[in-house]
């Protein structure tokens, strides 16, 4: 069916292009960009091209963004939606780099009925309706195959945050059963709690216990940086990724 939207992003992609030199180095600094096939790096280039014409990155403290970094940032964020398409990101504009580590200020009222304002240096944030924010020293850490990936992460709170908070709970597609996510998720998110409790190791970042939101983010970046792992220690919940993401190790997702 004709679009307006789909018929102007043809022509940004018609009109628009980055040299090859600068993509092609914006890639050597994201490993798993070589288990791509020719059809795959095609759609990721051209989700890279609509993202950069419908997100502003911006650069703050100083950070000046070069060709290749934006492309670099731009390449890790569309990879989650490489399956999915740039709509998955609709209703947001920008995304805002700080040098390295920043520091957020958050308020909240305690069970007491206090009120406290903590500030603590991040390495990503992501706001309901708003920017996302990275740190471009934590950027340069992605891709090692070590789970860790703050774009995919803060990224994945955007895909979350599309029906309302961040909770876990994304929108599901309609061949997936929600309950079954519901207790794929609550289980492994209860073993990793009762792991972290009792001393065990956990083979996950052990941030991922600290609400449903971040287990779902922090499962996502493993999902894309270190698959096996995933699945060896999570294989339900790995399934339900590769079902949402509709990918399977940077492939189509399989009927496995």
């Known amino acids: 069916m004709w679009s307006l939207r789909q018929w102007r992003r043809r022509r940004v992609l018609r009109r628009t292009t980055f040299p090859e030199r600068s993509w092609r180095k914006a890639l050597a600094r994201i490993p798993w960009a070589r288990l791509l096939d020719a059809g795959a790096e095609t759609r990721l280039r051209e989700l ?17 963004l070069t060709e290749e970094a934006r492309l670099t940032i731009a390449a890790h964020a569309c990879l989650p939606i490489l399956n999915l398409g740039l709509d998955w990101y609709e209703g947001w504009t920008s995304v805002v780099v700080y040098p390295a580590q920043f520091l957020a200020k958050h308020e909240y009222v305690d069970e007491a009925g206090v009120a406290h304002v903590e500030r603590r240096p991040l ?13 471009w020293l934590d950027v340069l850490e992605a891709g090692e195959a070590d789970g860790y990936n ?12 599309r029906n309302g908070d961040a909770n876990g709970h994304p929108p599901l597609h309609r061949d997936m059963d929600r309950a079954a996510w519901a207790a794929d998720f609550t289980a492994a998110y209860a073993s990793l709690q009762a792991q972290l409790d009792s001393g065990a190791e956990t083979g996950l970042d052990p941030y991922a ?12 970046e493993v ?16 399934r339900q990724l590769a079902a ?8 189509p997702a399989s009927d496995r």
């Open 48 to 64: 890279v091209t609509l993202f950069l014409h419908e997100k502003r990155i911006e650069g703050v403290q100083g950070m000046t």
């Open 123 to 135: 390495s990503g944030e992501s706001w309901l309706g708003g920017p996302v924010i990275l740190s």
């Open 150 to 161: 703050v774009v995919i992460h803060e990224f994945a709170h955007k895909l979350d945050m």
């Open 209 to 220: 216990a600290e609400s449903p939101a971040e287990f779902f983010a922090v499962t996502s």
């Open 223 to 238: 999902f894309f940086e270190a698959p096996d792992a995933l699945e060896e220690i999570y294989p339900r919940v790995y």
């Open 244 to 251: 949402f993401y509709r990918q399977d190790r940077l492939g």
